[in-house]
């Protein structure tokens, strides 16, 4: 009986060993803000539904500087942030954006609703270039 209670005690301890994990999987989830939102292209005016994952205009390409941390809104930037080079990671195009307001540079995926002439023309015109910071 002894026994039995000992090993209950056990399974307790190490099951509350668990829960800090827990709590850190929570704080690095809010790294990332799912936010569903519509907002009008600074560079085509085009009016952009969101589907909470949109960053950046599917007819232009080009974003703004509003994150941080994808999708915090937290950057008090605000500026047009252009469209300046893709590349493939893993399989997956990414565009790399500038701000042109401050420099920021931030890779964003490419969104299945995207334009792909917008895309080709891109890697049209950085076709040759180097893209910084690889
Ligand atoms: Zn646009
Ligand atoms: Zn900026």
């Known amino acids: 009986m002894l026994r039995i209670r000992f090993a209950l005690a056990r399974l307790l301890v190490h099951s509350f ?3 800090p994990q827990a709590f850190a999987g929570l704080v690095m989830e809010k790294r990332f803000q799912r936010r569903i939102e519509d907002f009008v292209c600074l560079h085509c005016g085009r009016a952009v539904s969101g589907n909470g994952f949109t ?3 599917p007819a232009c390409l080009w ?3 509003v994150d941080v941390n994808p999708g915090d809104r937290a950057a008090e930037c605000g500026g047009a942030m252009r469209p300046v080079g893709h590349e493939t990671v893993r399989g997956r195009t990414m565009i790399l954006h500038r701000c042109e307001t401050c420099g ?3 890779r964003n995926q490419l969104a299945k609703d995207d334009d792909m002439a917008a895309l080709i023309r891109l890697a ?3 076709a040759g270039q180097r893209v910084r910071g690889r």
């Open 104 to 106: 920021f540079e931030r």
């Open 17 to 19: 060993q668990f829960v």
């Open 63 to 65: 974003s703004r500087h």
């Open 124 to 126: 049209g015109e950085t």
């Open 55 to 57: 960053n950046h205009c």
